[in-house]
């Protein structure tokens, strides 16, 4: 089974087009930011958006597997107020994309992380700390039912805006903050996380007390190709080259 996990597209729907073409992939993740390009008009970043979520529905309708859409900071800035503003939020983005992304993550189709409950991996747009899970959730799979105010940005524990600290949110931590505040579940299982976010991240892939780490925000021009089996697991990691073009 081949899933390919996609960083932030940030209004670039033609470099998802072209992975999933060249990919064939039998499941996606597609790791959160859908808006707020910087020379991407709005208009034409949310037809990119509407594409993705109609290569989901073909995908799905075609009997393959999963087609995971996660919420980035740059979503939920419009989803819900309570979360604050990032940079690039203004008052037509706003207007534009607001309504679709709080219906489709009312509906479900945008979450805020994915779990390999098998592999013990967390996707999710920025990483999730043990600090912060352990303020917030009695289960991961509390994560994607938690309101807003749970992903606000923090500055405890040290932190900064940055997002260094270890109780900064899926939407807004850093590695550093990562490598510091490990996931461990109850049965003493180290969960590995794959995430975008941060740019440049590097090195794009890390360890940290027997954790693994891939940062694979779209900016870096990277994405994974995650291969399955009864027997193997592997995570390749291939440069867009080409396809950014």
């Not at 037809?47 to 859409?69: P, Q, S, T």
């Not at 747009?125 to 289960?139: I, L, Q, T, Y």
């Amino acid at each position: 089974m081949k899933r390919v996990i996609i960083g932030d597209p940030h209004g670039r729907w033609n470099f998802i087009k072209k992975i999933y073409n060249k990919e064939n992939p039998d499941e996606v993740i597609i790791l959160g930011d859908y808006f707020d390009s910087f020379n991407i008009d709005v208009y034409k970043q949310l037809e990119g958006y509407v594409k993705i979520i109609n290569l989901r529905e073909n995908h799905i309708k075609k009997n393959k597997g999963d087609f995971i859409m996660l919420v980035g900071n740059h979503d939920m800035h419009y989803i819900d107020e309570k979360f604050g503003r990032c940079s690039g939020w203004n008052d037509l983005s706003a207007s534009v994309v607001g309504y679709p992304l709080s219906r489709d993550f009312g509906n479900g189709i945008l979450k805020f992380v994915y779990l390999d409950k098998i592999n013990h991996i967390i996707y999710s747009h920025a990483g999730v700390s043990m600090n912060w899970f352990k303020k917030w959730c009695n289960s991961l799979d509390d994560i994607n039912n938690l309101e807003a105010k749970a992903f606000c940005f923090t500055f405890k524990d040290g932190g900064d805006y940055f997002g260094s600290s270890t109780y900064n949110s899926p939407l807004w931590i850093r590695p550093e903050g990562l490598k510091k505040s490990i996931f461990v579940d109850d049965y003493g299982y180290v969960w590995s996380q794959i995430f975008g976010h941060t740019e440049p991240c590097s090195p794009l892939h890390f360890e940290s007390n027997d954790a693994h780490f891939w940062c694979i925000d779209c900016i870096s021009s990277h994405y994974l190709i995650e291969t399955l089996d009864d027997k193997t697991h592997e995570l390749i990691n291939r440069s867009l080259g080409d396809l950014m073009m």
